[in-house]
């Protein structure tokens, strides 16, 4: 009996020291690359998590929230030098994350890390190193421009903004003329979040520079939807933001750079509500865009392209941890009822940007190939 207990007591010694050896954590912090210059917080390691540090000595609790929206969170502990450190209980999804700062109830952004427009207000942003980041680097090749215009919109009785991508060697080659992607953000975003969180114009950079994808043009500008609160996308009403892209950008962009101006050198994509709008409104217009493609935005299905122009292609992605089986049947229907359709999950990735990115990547060489 003795025995038989020595054995169970080394067995959970085992398994307890196994455990602690899992749950260790690395101490090879680093800044984060998406910190202010000089400042040290807050830190990733190899792992993937992250560790923050605050200056706040009059304050008695201070909160890390992290993601779209932020909730729960890493609750920072008080040191005797008004600082408050603290590091998330595990490790992070790979790529860019918002955070943001409760401190005795009120929201603040991190002073030590850069900010980005997400969850409708300026976030802070945290990036956990990808294994397979090396398509987003910057690296040493011929790079794009990215540039903002400003468009009359007399629907809105305003002057609206947009960012256009033009690819390396636009401006040398003057004769040349381009498809276009309009290419949407989603809910909470605007139109500053492809190209800074998203990394858009390095993506095509490194891509083209490779040879795999046909350079293009893309625009990219704010879709209407942050004056909806979260949870409530089903009160959204596209037509407002369809007549600003259909009637006032399109032809904008179409008169002030060189593009090939017509519906078979035309693509629509969006990520999240960015999708839902490509999927409204490449359904309502489908003699404006040959090319669509929903990020995790929701599907099509045959019956509601039924006797409309059939689009050149259809792309569906998502993370893993989305909703990846809905998004392959519904691409195996469309696939079934003649439609040219592709699906792409992202590995171990939710409802985030390096899901996107990893999207746009996959989706850039399949447009235009003809």
């Given at each position: 009996?003795?025995?038989?207990?020595?054995?169970?007591?080394?067995?959970f010694?085992?398994?307890?020291?196994?455990?602690l050896?899992q749950?260790?954590i690395?101490?090879?912090?680093?800044?984060?690359?998406?910190?202010?210059?000089?400042?040290?917080?807050?830190?990733v390691?190899?792992?993937?998590?992250?560790?923050?540090?605050?200056?706040?000595p009059?304050?008695?609790?201070?909160?890390?929230?992290?993601?779209?929206?932020?909730?729960?969170?890493?609750?920072?502990?008080?040191?005797?030098?008004?600082?408050?450190t603290?590091t998330?209980e595990g490790?992070?999804?790979e790529?860019?994350?918002?955070?943001?700062?409760?401190?005795?109830?009120?929201?603040?952004?991190?002073?030590g890390?850069?900010n980005?427009y997400g969850?409708?207000?300026?976030e802070?942003?945290?990036e956990?190193?990808?294994?397979?980041?090396?398509?987003?680097?910057?690296?040493?090749?011929?790079?794009g421009?990215?540039?903002?215009?400003l468009?009359?919109?007399?629907?809105?009785?305003t002057?609206?903004?947009?960012?256009?991508?033009?690819?390396?060697?636009?401006?040398k080659n003057?004769?040349?003329?381009?498809?276009?992607l309009y290419?949407?953000?989603?809910?909470?975003?605007?139109?500053?979040?492809?190209?800074?969180?998203?990394?858009a114009?390095?993506?095509?950079?490194?891509?083209i520079a490779?040879?795999?994808?046909?350079?293009?043009i893309i625009?990219m500008?704010?879709?209407?939807?942050?004056?909806?609160?979260?949870?409530?996308?089903k009160?959204?009403?596209?037509?407002?933001?369809?007549?600003?892209l259909?009637?006032?950008l399109?032809p904008?962009?179409?008169?002030?750079?060189?593009?090939?101006?017509?519906?078979d050198?035309?693509?629509?994509?969006g990520?999240?509500?960015?999708g839902?709008?490509t999927?409204?409104?490449?359904?309502?217009?489908?003699?404006?865009?040959?090319?669509?493609?929903l990020?995790?935005?929701?599907i099509?299905?045959?019956?509601?392209?039924?006797g409309?122009?059939?689009p050149?292609?259809?792309?569906?992605?998502?993370?893993?941890?989305?909703?990846?089986?809905?998004?392959?049947?519904?691409?195996?229907?469309?696939?079934?009822a003649?439609?040219?359709?592709v699906s792409y999950?992202?590995?171990?990735?939710?409802?985030?940007f390096?899901?996107?990115?990893?999207?746009l990547?996959?989706?850039?060489p399949?447009?235009?190939?003809?």
């Open positions: 009996m003795k025995f038989k207990q020595a054995i169970i007591v080394s067995i010694l085992v398994i307890g020291q196994t455990c050896a749950n260790r690395s101490e090879d912090f680093k800044p984060s690359t998406l910190n202010q210059p000089g400042q040290e917080y807050p830190e390691n190899s792992q993937g998590y992250a560790r923050f540090k605050i200056k706040a009059d304050a008695d609790s201070v909160r890390v929230s992290l993601g779209l929206g932020g909730s729960g969170g890493t609750r920072l502990v008080k040191g005797a030098d008004g600082f408050f603290g998330t490790p992070m999804d790529g860019f994350h918002y955070y943001h700062l409760t401190i005795d109830g009120g929201v603040f952004n991190d002073p890390a850069l980005f969850s409708t207000r300026w802070s942003g945290i956990i190193p990808a294994h397979d980041q090396d398509f987003y680097a910057l690296k040493d090749v011929p790079h421009n990215v540039q903002q215009i468009f009359a919109s007399k629907s809105t009785n002057q609206r903004r947009a960012f256009v991508y033009t690819p390396p060697g636009y401006e003057k004769s040349k003329k381009y498809p276009v290419l949407q953000h989603g809910w909470g975003e605007d139109e500053t979040a492809w190209s800074n969180q998203g990394h114009n390095l993506i095509m950079d490194n891509l490779d040879g795999k994808t046909k350079p293009f625009v500008t704010y879709g209407m939807t942050n004056e909806l609160r979260w949870g409530h996308m009160d959204f009403k596209i037509e407002p933001f369809q007549t600003v259909v009637d006032e399109i904008y962009v179409d008169t002030h750079f060189r593009t090939i101006a017509d519906k050198h035309r693509a629509m994509a990520l999240s509500m960015g839902m709008e999927h409204a409104i490449t359904l309502n217009k489908p003699d404006v865009f040959s090319y669509y493609a990020l995790s935005g929701g099509y299905t045959p019956e509601e392209l039924k409309k122009t059939k050149k292609l259809i792309f569906i992605s998502c993370g893993s941890r989305e909703r990846p089986d809905g998004v392959k049947n519904a691409v195996t229907a469309l696939k079934d003649g439609y040219n359709a999950v992202s590995e171990n990735t939710a409802h985030e390096l899901t996107w990115r990893r999207s990547h996959e989706l850039a399949l447009l235009f190939r003809d």
